[in-house]
C-alpha cells in the first residue's frame, strides 16, 4: 500500500530484507548500515544474497535466475556496490533488477548544512531501456521515453514537492524530440497537483546545480540526466560517500548508497558509511517507521557538526568510529 508519498505503509513489526553487500567496500558500508539499524531496534530479518563481481569470478554469472525468487521472497532490498565484470557482454544486475522489479522512480536526496534538495531520476528507460543495436561501423541506443512511466515518476516528484517549495522539469527538449512527451506530462500533473514548477533544460541546471544549488527544491528528470546531474549534485554536497538513494516501485523498493564499490580504497577502512546508512534511513521511511528514520538522520547530522568524518570529507576518522559515533548519538 501506498501513502502519498510512496512509502510503504506496511504498518510495524517484522520486515524481512534481502541484504546484498557486493564488492569493494559495498560489505564495509553495508555492516555499519546493519549496526545502525540494529542499533536502532527496528524488528527486521536479514536474509542475506550474494551477487556481483565475486559470483561471477566463481560461476561467471553475477546473479541467478533462483536469486530472484529470493529477493521477491522478501519485503525490500539493502543494496552495497557492485564491481562491474570486465566482459563486454555483461548486463548489468542493478538494471535487471530496476526492470524486473519495476522500481520506476530513483529518489536521491542531497543534504549538508546549506543545501537540502532531491533528484527524482526515471529510472526504467530513456537512454538506459536497452535498446540497442550494435555492429562494427554503427552503433544505436534507442531512448525509449513513455507518457506512462514520465506520468508516473512525475506523480513521486509531485508528492515530495507538496511539502516543499517548487518542482523543475530537467529536460532537453529543444534537441530531443522524444523529451516533448516527457515534459509536457510533467507539466500536466504538475498543474493538476497544484505543484509550482519550472522548466530547465539540463545543461542549464548542470551550470545552476555548481554555481547556485540552493535555488532548488525537487529535480524530475530521465534517466541518464538523472545518472550524471546526481553525481554532480553528490560533488556540491561534498562527497559521493554521503548520498544516498531509493529505487521505489509500487510494491518493491531497492536501497543503495548512490557511489560505487571504490576499490581504490576498498579493505582500508575509510569509506564513508554515511550513504548507506542514509539509504538505511530511506528504507525505514518507506516501511513507514518515520520516527527511526528520523532519529538515523539527526544522529548522521550530529556526527557530522562534531567533525566525525572519513577522509572524503577531509577528516581522519575510520568507517567504524564514523559509525560508532553515530551509533552514540543514536542512543543519547
Ligand atoms: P565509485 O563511486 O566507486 O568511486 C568514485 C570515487 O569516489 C572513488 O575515488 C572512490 O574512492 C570515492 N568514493 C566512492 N564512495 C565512497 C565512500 N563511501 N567513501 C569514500 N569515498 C568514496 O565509482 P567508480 O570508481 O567509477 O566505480 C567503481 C566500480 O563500481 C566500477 O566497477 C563501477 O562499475 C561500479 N559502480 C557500481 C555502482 C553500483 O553498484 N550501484 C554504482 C557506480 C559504480
Ligand atoms: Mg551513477
Redesign the pocket.
Known amino acids: 500500500m501506498e501513502d502519498s508519498r510512496g512509502s510503504k505503509k506496511a504498518g510495524g513489526g517484522h520486515k524481512r530484507i534481502t541484504v546484498i553487500i557486493?564488492d569493494?567496500?559495498g560489505p564495509e558500508?553495508i555492516e555499519s548500515a546493519l549496526a545502525v539499524l540494529d542499533a536502532t531496534g527496528a524488528d527486521l530479518e536479514i536474509v542475506p544474497l550474494e551477487i556481483g563481481y565475486k559470483k561471477w569470478m566463481r560461476t561467471g554469472l553475477a546473479m541467478l535466475e533462483e536469486d530472484l525468487d529470493t529477493i521477491k521472497s522478501t519485503d525490500c532490498i539493502l543494496f552495497g556496490?557492485?564491481?562491474?565484470p570486465p566482459d563486454p557482454n555483461y548486463s548489468s544486475v542493478?538494471l535487471r533488477l530496476r526492470k524486473e522489479l519495476d522500481l520506476y522512480a530513483n529518489i536521491r536526496p542531497f543534504i549538508n548544512e546549506k543545501l537540502d534538495f532531491i533528484i527524482v531520476r526515471e529510472n526504467t528507460e530513456g537512454l538506459y531501456s536497452g535498446v540497442e543495436e550494435l555492429a562494427k561501423d554503427e552503433s544505436r541506443t534507442v531512448r525509449i521515453i513513455t507518457r506512462r512511466n514520465s506520468k508516473r515518476i512525475a506523480e513521486i516528484a509531485c508528492n515530495l514537492a507538496l511539502s516543499r517549495r517548487r518542482l523543475t522539469i530537467v529536460h532537453k527538449s529543444n534537441v530531443l524530440k522524444s523529451d516533448h512527451l516527457f515534459l509536457s506530462t510533467c507539466r500536466e500533473v504538475a498543474k493538476m497537483r497544484g505543484v509550482p514548477h519550472e522548466e530547465m533544460l539540463v545543461d542549464t541546471a548542470a551550470y545552476n546545480l555548481v554555481v547556485r544549488p540552493e535555488r532548488f527544491d525537487v529535480l524530475v528528470t530521465t534517466n541518464l540526466f538523472g545518472d550524471i546531474i546526481s553525481d554532480v549534485a553528490a560533488g556540491i554536497v561534498g562527497?559521493?560517500?554521503l548520498c544516498a538513494s531509493a529505487n521505489i516501485g509500487d510494491r518493491f523498493a531497492l536501497f543503495?548508497?548512490i557511489?560505487?564499490?571504490?576499490?581504490?580504497?576498498a579493505g582500508l577502512g575509510i569509506?564513508?558509511p554515511i550513504?548507506a546508512i542514509r539509504s538505511a534511513a530511506m528504507m525505514m521511511k518507506w516501511f513507514g517507521e518515520n520516527e527511526i528514520a528520523i532519529r538515523i538522520e539527526e544522529a548522521v547530522k550530529q556526527s557530522l557538526n562534531r567533525g566525525i568524518m572519513?577522509p572524503?570529507l577531509g577528516g581522519n576518522c575510520s568507517t567504524s568510529e564514523v559509525t560508532k559515533a553515530i551509533i552514540n548519538h543514536l542512543r543519547a
Open positions: 557486493g569493494g567496500i558500508v556496490a557492485i564491481t562491474t542493478l562527497s559521493l560517500g543503495e548508497p557511489h560505487g564499490s571504490a576499490p581504490d580504497i569509506s564513508n550513504g572519513t572524503d
